[in-house]
């Protein structure tokens, strides 16, 4: 397969043609599927039989992800590389009766998902993708995606006028009252929600059962700054880290003895617990199905178990430049100083020591620089699926981002050169001969 192009810019430009291709979970899977096929990679179905010769796999379930390769000199009896991601955001997402009125307007009614900052969805020109489950003729049901990017949606702020306590006690949303978006000034004449997405999807109205549906910004990425050395754009948290993964696994070697695995979770940013979550049975199940082709035993699975390492890629919060008290002093964080590593001494994070000595080695094997993160101990820590796959599988699991600012808000800033380094340093561990121990 050909290698991408690993320069820093060109790595920017694709990283942004990835998330602009990606508004929804849904869309993320399936361009990471899109560009697993153009490099040849096989589409695996789930309720079909598991292919049993090598070859380069991938398999989509909703807004998740697993891809492989058993090609070249990969065995499974000889253990796991493991990148794993998600494609979710925090965002506003559409109730499954989202007409509303309100002071002669017509709104549609959404719920806040994930731990979103509410302010950065004010005064927005915001779109909705997602999917949408249809009945056909036939009485069955199917499932398609669905995307509009014009601004059909925004939720507006109330005027400092109406609200001058703003300026001494700072601003409070009500998540129930103040965040519905406006869709129209003329609800008598406004079309039903239903009614508009049937003619948008030239599907009947009655056919449209239900949706998992969401908004999106409509303001592309940019590189911004005096000396553009900074790269805005929404959903960075964590389409970054799957832009990388997908990056990796199609740059990794084929000489190394470990299957290169990369999965991309949904709903990391509300637990994990679903179908499509890290905390499922999707990857452990995809995973002794791939052992199992191999004609391994019961016993060599384990100890496959025992030698495999997993990297949870998720952003890192860089230190704020003007909070720089909530950071931990003597761990500071900086935009482009290299790949974080992740610490927590309750465990909010998978990384331990030989697993951070084995990626550590890695990144200075290719002149990678490295930074660690970890939190005050006055300020609770966030959590990734790292902890999650680590007790689910049981194998060495270390927690790497890239670091950014504005972490959950509608559009997020990190560095240009990183991106770039956190995919050579994901594709060299994927290829690493090494072990741990």
């Not at 056909?136 to 939720?155: A, G």
């Not at 039903?192 to 009947?204: A, K």
């Not at 697993?355 to 959590?383: E, K, W």
């Amino acid at each position: 397969m050909e290698r991408p192009d690993s320069s820093p810019r060109h790595h920017l430009e694709d990283l942004a043609e990835f998330v602009s291709a990606s508004p929804s979970p849904f869309h993320a899977a399936s361009e990471a599927s899109r560009r697993l096929s153009e490099a040849g990679f096989t589409r695996v179905y789930e309720a079909d039989e598991w292919p049993s010769s090598p070859g380069s796999y991938y398999l989509q379930r909703g807004g998740a992800l697993v891809a492989w390769s058993t090609s070249g000199a990969h065995r499974p009896s000889a253990g796991f590389r493991l990148i794993g991601a998600h494609t979710d955001s925090p965002n506003l997402r559409l109730r499954p009766r989202p007409d509303h009125q309100s002071a002669g307007m017509a709104q549609l009614g959404v719920e806040i998902y994930g731990g979103a900052l509410l302010n950065s969805w004010l005064d927005r020109d915001l779109g909705l993708s997602g999917r949408i489950s249809v009945r056909s003729k036939s009485n069955d049901t199917s499932t398609v995606l669905f995307r509009c990017d014009e601004p059909l949606l925004r939720v507006p702020q109330l005027a400092i006028h109406l609200d001058r306590s703003i300026m001494t006690e700072g601003l409070r949303l009500d998540p129930q009252r103040h965040l519905q978006p406006v869709w129209s000034s003329a609800p008598q004449s406004a079309p039903e929600f239903r009614s508009w997405l049937s003619e948008r999807t030239e599907v009947p109205v009655n056919e449209i059962l239900s949706w998992d549906l969401m908004t999106h910004d409509l303001t592309p990425p940019a590189v911004l700054g005096v000396d553009e050395s900074l790269f805005a754009s929404a959903r960075l948290d964590n389409l970054l880290s799957c832009h990388a993964g997908v990056t990796a696994l199609l740059s990794s070697s084929l000489e190394a003895p470990y299957v290169p695995v990369l999965c991309l979770f949904d709903h990391e940013e509300v637990g994990s617990q679903s179908a499509s979550g890290a905390a499922g049975q999707l990857l452990p199940t995809v995973l002794e199905r791939i052992f199992l082709s191999g004609d391994c035993t019961r016993d060599q699975w384990f100890a496959a178990l025992a030698s495999s390492v997993c990297v949870s890629a998720d952003g890192a919060h860089a230190t704020h430049p003007n909070w720089p008290e909530r950071h931990e002093p003597d761990h500071p964080v900086h935009i482009d100083g290299g790949p974080v590593l992740k610490w927590n001494a309750d465990a909010r994070y998978g990384t331990d020591s030989p697993g951070a000595a084995h990626l550590l080695s890695i990144a200075r094997d290719i002149d990678i620089p490295m930074q660690t993160f970890v939190s005050r101990n006055d300020m609770p820590c966030g959590s990734t699926i790292g902890p999650v796959t680590a007790a689910r599988l049981g194998i060495t699991t270390v927690d790497v981002g890239v670091a950014q600012l504005s972490m959950h808000s509608a559009r997020e800033l990190t560095g240009v050169v990183d991106p770039a380094r956190f995919a050579a340093l994901l594709g060299s561990f994927l290829s690493s001969p090494r072990s741990v121990s």
